[in-house]
């Protein structure tokens, strides 16, 4: 491959011909214990004209000059190795052509390949320990004492990237595997396994500790975690690896343990090369684009190159929000700016007129569960059902392709005014599908819970901690689903791929978790205790569930190809007469509490509104 010249090159190149020179005349001086006989030093000489722009050749044919010496590493010094040993081979040849190899001394063909690898692999790897900091740059006093829980890939490089940072003095590793008890990693040595973190911390006097375990391995790192908090250190752990590769932070940037790292789950495995047939160069369209999911939806599709991204939105704020990060995150990424109502059907026709998306993802919707009871009802279904018709007879009269609707599995045996909606709009997408005169495919994800989303208890129990207490929690025994945001995200563009048209895909959420369980280990990873931050129970809210389900009970699932997602098969589907009849109710501009709840009996049969 034709190497293009730089100066940094030339500099490189210039040192390696400086070593050659050295390297000969320091084997002449071995060869002759450093007294070298005069009539030998022409010989020297000569030789040396005709051997330096040899190995300069060799040198540039094996590619010495491609690698940064800031980066050496272990390939560098084989590439150096074997333009030595080729080296070796080829001045004897050379001097052997000329008839000059008789004047050679013994040795100097072994000598001079041996220092030519001292001399040019020893300074590379000087250059990089100097600039890692690994040179005669002791920590300062101030440096904080700190023990790396993983002795692992990721704990090595960040080793590496805290040679840097003047804020950590390392002073030992922990580790399961046994091989490498009492051994040392860039000059660290693994002290024992994890679940010795409380004493080797009290030996050492430590106070901190950096979990450097990968979220691939959620259960070490969870383990890792929890006996780091148990033990009362502070617990701090590396960014996200999709972070640092893609250059927003440094693998030596730690931060603070979040509950997200607890309960971490297995990465998502996504069809990448199907996921860009469905979006590269394609326009999408979000619906809901501010909120938490319509906004981590984006942040999703973007990483497979649609031609254009178009945000809808009703809250100005949020569309703002939502535009200013992505003009910095993707600034070569087209964007539109919507401000709409999704029950608007004529503005959103127009709208999808004006940019063709070929996929939507309509993420739009009233979810907290208490405020739709009540009289904010028939907002919630107008909303949820009517924003649904209207966005998917939008889809198609402008011959979308794919139309996905983000559900969730409130509208299971709903008990609240917001998961009987939810489910409505399930079964309007279903009516749709089964339409003729149209070439869009209607696609529902259903899913539980998400960490963080706007309205969720994860924020409120960040709030009540920062406020000093209580944490509130509505029941002792209340459990829910819970997905981080990204890994839903991700499920449901995989579910949009593999939606064939009419299919309902539940997404699966692990097992159940009790959220006073959550609201505990907030507390612990805050750095208290229950005492300080004390819990208290005030009672199921209006339209709430102890349990959440996954699936219906007259339905049934069926596997796909993908591990995390299902298929929710349902008995008979709504015909026209239906719709119509659903079209008619929600053309009342008004609807009171009991209304609204009394048709949502008629429409969803499994709705049942709690009675607390």
């Given at each position: 491959m034709k190497q293009r010249i730089n100066w940094r090159m030339l500099v490189a190149m210039t040192y390696d011909l400086a070593a050659a020179v050295l390297a000969w005349m320091s084997a002449y001086g071995l060869a002759y214990d450093f007294s070298i006989p005069i009539n030998q030093v022409p010989t020297m000489l000569l030789d040396l004209a005709w051997v330096l722009p040899l190995e300069g050749a060799i040198f540039m044919y094996f590619g010495l000059y491609r690698g940064i010496w800031r980066f050496a590493s272990i390939p560098d010094l084989r590439r150096i190795m074997l333009a030595s040993g080729t080296a070796a081979l080829a001045v004897p040849a050379l001097l052997w052509l000329q008839g000059r190899l008789a004047n050679l001394p013994a040795g100097i063909s072994v000598l001079n390949p041996i220092l030519l690898v001292i001399l040019m692999g020893g300074s590379r790897f000087l250059y990089r320990a100097w600039k890692d900091g690994d040179l005669l740059t002791p920590r300062p006093p101030d440096a904080t004492p700190v023990l790396v829980m993983g002795a692992g890939e990721v704990a090595v490089t960040l080793l590496r990237a805290l040679t840097q940072n003047i804020r950590w003095q390392v002073l030992g590793l922990l580790s399961d595997d046994g091989s490498k008890l009492g051994r040392q990693i860039h000059g660290t040595t693994v002290l024992g396994r994890l679940d010795q973190v409380a004493a080797q911390a009290s030996r050492l006097g430590v106070g901190h500790v950096i979990v450097a375990i990968p979220g691939d391995n959620s259960d070490a790192r969870r383990r890792a975690i929890e006996l780091a908090v148990d033990a009362g250190l502070n617990v701090m752990t590396i960014?996200?690896?999709?972070?640092?590769?893609?250059?927003?932070?440094?693998?030596?940037?730690?931060?603070?343990?979040?509950?997200?790292?607890?309960?971490?789950?297995?990465?998502?495995?996504?069809?990448?090369?199907?996921?860009?047939?469905?979006?590269?160069?394609?326009?999408?369209?979000?619906?809901?684009?501010?909120?938490?999911?319509?906004?981590?939806?984006?942040?999703?599709?973007?990483?497979?190159?649609?031609?254009?991204?178009?945000?809808?939105?009703?809250?100005?704020?949020?569309?703002?929000?939502?535009?200013?990060?992505?003009?910095?995150?993707?600034?070569?990424?087209?964007?539109?700016c919507v401000v709409g109502d999704t029950k608007d059907e004529i503005a959103l026709r127009h709208v999808m007129a004006r940019h063709r998306p070929e996929v939507v993802f309509h993420a739009a919707a009233?979810?907290?569960?208490?405020?739709?009871?009540?009289?904010?009802?028939?907002?919630?279904?107008?909303?949820?059902?009517?924003?649904?018709?209207?966005?998917?007879?939008?889809?198609?009269?402008?011959?979308?392709?794919?139309?996905?609707?983000?559900?969730?599995?409130?509208?299971?045996?709903?008990?609240?005014?917001?998961?009987?909606?939810?489910?409505?709009?399930?079964?309007?997408?279903?009516?749709?599908?089964?339409?003729?005169?149209?070439?869009?495919?209607?696609?529902?994800?259903?899913?539980?819970?998400?960490?963080?989303?706007?309205?969720?208890?994860?924020?409120?129990?960040?709030?009540?901690?920062?406020?000093?207490?209580?944490?509130?929690?509505?029941?002792?025994?209340?459990?829910?689903?819970?997905?981080?945001?990204?890994?839903?995200?991700?499920?449901?563009?995989?579910?949009?791929?593999?939606?064939?048209?009419?299919?309902?895909?539940?997404?699966?959420?692990?097992?159940?978790?009790?959220?006073?369980?959550?609201?505990?280990?907030?507390?612990?990873?805050?750095?208290?205790?229950?005492?300080?931050?004390?819990?208290?129970?005030?009672?199921?809210?209006?339209?709430?569930?102890?349990?959440?389900?996954?699936?219906?009970?007259?339905?049934?699932?069926?596997?796909?190809?993908?591990?995390?997602?299902?298929?929710?098969?349902?008995?008979?589907?709504?015909?026209?007469?239906?719709?119509?009849?659903?079209?008619?109710?929600?053309?009342?501009?008004?609807?009171?509490?009991?209304?609204?709840?009394?048709?949502?009996?008629?429409?969803?049969?499994?709705?049942?509104?709690?009675?607390?």
């Open positions: 960014p996200a690896l999709t972070d640092v590769l893609a250059g927003k932070v440094s693998v030596s940037e730690v931060r603070h343990v979040d509950l997200e790292d607890v309960l971490g789950r297995a990465p998502v495995q996504l069809d990448s090369p199907g996921l860009h047939g469905l979006l590269e160069n394609r326009t999408v369209l979000v619906t809901g684009a501010g909120g938490s999911i319509g906004a981590e939806l984006a942040r999703q599709v973007a990483r497979f190159d649609p031609g254009r991204l178009v945000f809808h939105e009703l809250s100005e704020f949020a569309l703002y929000m939502i535009e200013q990060e992505f003009s910095v995150a993707y600034p070569r990424l087209p964007i539109a009233y979810k907290h569960v208490p405020l739709m009871e009540g009289e904010n009802a028939w907002a919630a279904v107008k909303n949820n059902v009517l924003g649904t018709l209207g966005a998917a007879r939008a889809a198609m009269s402008q011959g979308v392709g794919k139309f996905v609707l983000v559900s969730t599995d409130k509208a299971i045996n709903p008990t609240s005014v917001m998961g009987a909606s939810k489910r409505l709009a399930e079964r309007v997408c279903q009516a749709l599908q089964h339409q003729g005169g149209h070439t869009t495919r209607f696609v529902t994800v259903r899913f539980g819970n998400v960490l963080g989303s706007s309205g969720s208890v994860i924020p409120k129990f960040r709030e009540q901690i920062a406020r000093g207490g209580p944490v509130t929690v509505t029941h002792p025994e209340i459990v829910r689903y819970f997905m981080l945001i990204p890994e839903a995200a991700q499920l449901v563009l995989q579910a949009a791929l593999m939606g064939g048209g009419g299919e309902t895909f539940v997404l699966d959420m692990g097992a159940p978790i009790k959220i006073v369980d959550l609201a505990r280990d907030m507390i612990r990873l805050s750095g208290f205790s229950e005492r300080e931050i004390p819990i208290e129970f005030t009672g199921l809210r209006p339209g709430e569930k102890l349990y959440e389900e996954l699936l219906a009970d007259g339905g049934t699932t069926l596997p796909t190809h993908h591990a995390k997602l299902r298929i929710n098969k349902e008995n008979g589907t709504p015909g026209a007469d239906w719709l119509r009849g659903v079209e008619e109710w929600l053309a009342a501009p008004t609807r009171t509490e009991y209304e609204v709840k009394a048709g949502l009996r008629g429409w969803v049969p499994e709705y049942r509104p709690a009675e607390h």
